[in-house]
């Protein structure tokens, strides 16, 4: 081999070592925490946050009681369920302006999206029923019956199945979103809340509230084959109420927020143990995890604040005061 054809492929292999570095380093920009949205139930606004200082950048006076928070199918708008106005509320999340409503929606407490982007399958707490929305039209497509006070909503990724919980029935709901047809009906326990997918999508996670347990249900049998409890230090069974539950993309972590016993839970998810406990603010609900899942977010509903849990270094590491009643966060990137 000549001189010239060595010094090719070293700058060439060079070349592709830097193309290599590059993205990576586009990809780190990219996954860094622009914005952080809270909806604040009690005092009806959204807390603006500053993704890198948490400082408070603005108040959004909003609906009437804000709860459930989710983005549309690229980010570019988010959705708030105004509970007391009857309205899905539809903002621009590079500015925080309102866009748009989606009207008539009885008291939308929790939703998900259909993986088109093109439905938004909406719990309705009052009505008992789950409703379909098309977004574009802004019409409702059809209603579901559930038992009553129905919250936690999961779609499946290939958006066949919709999951709705219902508080009062003590029930999962297994609907087939092309029929809108419950086709099957999973008893768990006291006051179910919220839903994780493993990542195979062949366990369903439920948060039951007043068991203090999370069920853990197989996809295929619609059967309930387990059970994880909690019980952090200097705290009572009954005081154990977990809401929000969040799993690690490799489906290796779970988090669950504990409510009244003010922790959230980290759980090893092919062992079904609890492997640690934060200490965060009072009656912990809502959550989020970032993107490169270091930072977990922690809206306490009754302390008006969220924490901030750095998950790598295994510690809370902020408080930071928000609106009354903090419901949902949404992590802009």
């Given amino acids: 081999m000549n001189m010239t054809s060595k010094t090719k492929k070293t700058r060439d292999y060079f070349g592709f070592v830097f193309f290599i570095l590059l993205l990576l380093s586009g990809n780190s920009a990219l996954a860094e925490i622009k914005k952080i949205y809270v909806s604040n139930?009690?005092?009806?606004?959204?807390?603006?946050?500053?993704?890198?200082?948490?400082?408070?950048?603005?108040?959004?006076?909003?609906?009437?009681?804000?709860?459930?928070?989710?983005?549309?199918?690229?980010?570019?708008?988010?959705?708030?369920?105004c509970a007391d106005d009857n309205v899905i509320a539809i903002y621009e999340t590079a500015s925080g302006n309102r866009v748009g409503r989606l009207r008539n929606i009885a008291e939308p407490e929790t939703f998900d999206l259909t993986p088109d982007g093109k439905v938004l399958i909406v719990s309705n707490e009052e009505d008992s029923t789950a409703s379909f929305v098309d977004i574009a039209s802004g019409k409702i497509i059809g209603d579901v019956e559930t038992g009553e006070e129905p919250e936690g909503v999961q779609v499946t990724k290939d958006g066949s199945i919709v999951y709705v919980a219902s508080e009062a029935a003590n029930l999962v709901h297994v609907i087939d979103v092309k029929s809108m047809e419950v086709i099957a009906d999973i008893l768990v326990g006291t006051r179910p809340r919220r839903f994780a997918l493993t990542p195979d999508e062949s366990e369903l996670w439920v948060s039951a509230e007043l068991a203090g347990l999370v069920d853990i249900i197989d996809t295929k049998t619609h059967k309930v084959i387990s059970d994880i409890s909690f019980l952090p230090t200097g705290f009572r069974r009954n005081e154990v109420t977990p809401v929000d539950l969040l799993m690690t993309r490799d489906g290796n972590t779970a988090f669950?927020?504990?409510?009244?016993?003010?922790?959230?839970?980290v759980v090893d998810v092919v062992n079904r143990k609890v492997k640690n406990y934060f200490l965060v603010g009072k009656r912990p609900w809502g959550l989020a995890l970032s993107s490169d899942e270091k930072k977990l977010f922690v809206a306490n509903g009754l302390s008006d604040d969220i924490s901030v849990i750095d998950v790598t270094k295994n510690k809370v590491i902020r408080s930071i005061p928000v609106g009354q009643v903090p419901y949902g966060i949404l992590i802009v990137e």
């Fill in 41 to 81: 139930e009690k005092s009806s606004t959204l807390t603006v946050l500053d993704g890198q200082s948490y400082k408070v950048l603005k108040t959004i006076k909003t609906c009437k009681r804000p709860r459930g928070v989710h983005f549309n199918k690229d980010k570019t708008k988010f959705f708030v369920g």
């Fill in 256 to 265: 669950v927020a504990l409510g009244r016993a003010n922790h959230v839970a």
